[in-house]
């Protein structure tokens, strides 16, 4: 069996024209190379020198030799500078998958501050549902998908979920409607308009779940899929929504929405998580983004 410093002792020998010199170059002694000569010969079953005194010379077989390992010798240099790089982030691609709703609220901020820090990374970010950005994960299309908790979900074996933070769930109405405003009670909803979240985003689960265990019955719903799409909705005043309050934050300060004091409302909290495949890990990239995600996330989410 040949290895890849026995070739690397015969080019440098090649190079320096002489074993000793070599072997100075390569910081061993001249015995190791002359030893890693012999196995190379003793492989191949050929002679690659002609020693004349003190001079060598390459045999025709050691010429075609010295032609295949450098060659070899080249593409392993390459390769090796190429782990270098990905290490220090200076090449390599990221690809994200995200809901609507951590791709507009998480995302942009997260992607300024990596990209600023590591320019030379190519970023893809898929977006879709929950089911279909969890099916893209389990197929390797994505390396990290961050997506809102659905209380359907389970759980699978083979993923890592690791939480980035929480989102208050919160009951808004357009500002200029005072029809929904001082409610004492989560009761008081029973008798108006809900635009509430169809299957598929994730915050319909978390709605079912407070009318069931409230019991909890409303006088007509309208459902829509995009969280943007019940804003629009329920800033026009077509109804009240549960929805995420950093998907409205601008809208409450900017009153064109009002989050409502319900006194024995609760506090529904949405867990955030980055999910990625245990077996295969994250990339250097990746783990950055995460940590970048963690870090900001703490000033974004409650």
């Given at each position: 069996m040949i290895t890849f410093y026995q070739l690397k002792s015969f080019c440098q020998v090649v190079s320096e024209g002489s074993f000793k010199a070599a072997a100075d170059k390569l910081y061993i002694s001249q015995p190791s190379i002359s030893q890693h000569?012999?196995?190379l010969e003793s492989y191949f079953e050929v002679q690659l020198f002609v020693r004349r005194g003190r001079k060598i010379q390459l045999t025709p077989e050691g010429r075609y030799l010295y032609a295949s390992a450098s060659e070899i010798l080249e593409n392993?240099?390459?390769?090796?500078e190429r782990?270098?790089?990905?290490?220090?982030?200076?090449?390599?691609?990221?690809?994200?998958?995200?809901?609507s709703f951590t791709g507009t609220y998480l995302l942009p901020k997260a992607l300024e501050l990596f990209r600023s820090q590591f320019p030379m990374i190519e970023i893809s970010i898929l977006t879709g549902?929950?089911?279909?950005?969890?099916?893209?994960?389990?197929?390797?299309?994505?390396?990290?998908a961050i997506l809102g908790k659905d209380l359907n979900s389970s759980e699978e074996?083979?993923?890592?979920?690791?939480?980035?933070?929480f989102d208050k769930l919160v009951f808004v109405s357009s500002e200029?409607?005072?029809?929904?405003?001082?409610?004492?009670?989560?009761?008081?909803?029973?008798d108006k308009t809900?635009?509430?979240?169809?299957?598929?985003?994730?915050?319909?689960?978390?709605?079912?779940?407070?009318?069931?265990?409230?019991?909890?019955?409303?006088?007509?719903?309208?459902?829509?899929?995009?969280?943007?799409?019940?804003?629009?909705?329920?800033?026009?005043g077509l109804g009240i929504c549960l929805t995420s309050r950093l998907s409205v934050s601008e809208d409450v300060k900017n009153h064109r929405l009002s989050i409502l004091q319900i006194n024995d409302s609760e506090n529904l909290r949405w867990e955030i998580r980055a999910i990625y495949h245990k077996t295969r890990g994250l990339s250097?990239?990746?783990?950055?983004?995460?940590?970048?995600?963690?870090k900001m996330a703490g000033s974004i989410l409650d």
């Amino acid at each position: 069996m040949i290895t890849f410093y026995q070739l690397k002792s015969f080019c440098q020998v090649v190079s320096e024209g002489s074993f000793k010199a070599a072997a100075d170059k390569l910081y061993i002694s001249q015995p190791s190379i002359s030893q890693h000569i012999a196995n190379l010969e003793s492989y191949f079953e050929v002679q690659l020198f002609v020693r004349r005194g003190r001079k060598i010379q390459l045999t025709p077989e050691g010429r075609y030799l010295y032609a295949s390992a450098s060659e070899i010798l080249e593409n392993v240099e390459k390769i090796t500078e190429r782990f270098r790089d990905i290490r220090n982030l200076r090449s390599g691609k990221l690809v994200i998958g995200s809901s609507s709703f951590t791709g507009t609220y998480l995302l942009p901020k997260a992607l300024e501050l990596f990209r600023s820090q590591f320019p030379m990374i190519e970023i893809s970010i898929l977006t879709g549902s929950y089911e279909k950005i969890f099916q893209h994960l389990k197929n390797d299309e994505i390396e990290l998908a961050i997506l809102g908790k659905d209380l359907n979900s389970s759980e699978e074996h083979d993923f890592i979920y690791r939480t980035i933070g929480f989102d208050k769930l919160v009951f808004v109405s357009s500002e200029h409607s005072s029809t929904y405003s001082n409610l004492a009670s989560l009761n008081e909803l029973h008798d108006k308009t809900i635009i509430a979240f169809a299957e598929g985003n994730p915050i319909s689960t978390y709605f079912k779940d407070l009318k069931l265990r409230r019991k909890l019955n409303f006088k007509e719903q309208i459902m829509v899929e995009d969280i943007e799409i019940a804003k629009n909705l329920t800033r026009q005043g077509l109804g009240i929504c549960l929805t995420s309050r950093l998907s409205v934050s601008e809208d409450v300060k900017n009153h064109r929405l009002s989050i409502l004091q319900i006194n024995d409302s609760e506090n529904l909290r949405w867990e955030i998580r980055a999910i990625y495949h245990k077996t295969r890990g994250l990339s250097y990239a990746g783990w950055e983004m995460l940590k970048i995600l963690q870090k900001m996330a703490g000033s974004i989410l409650d």
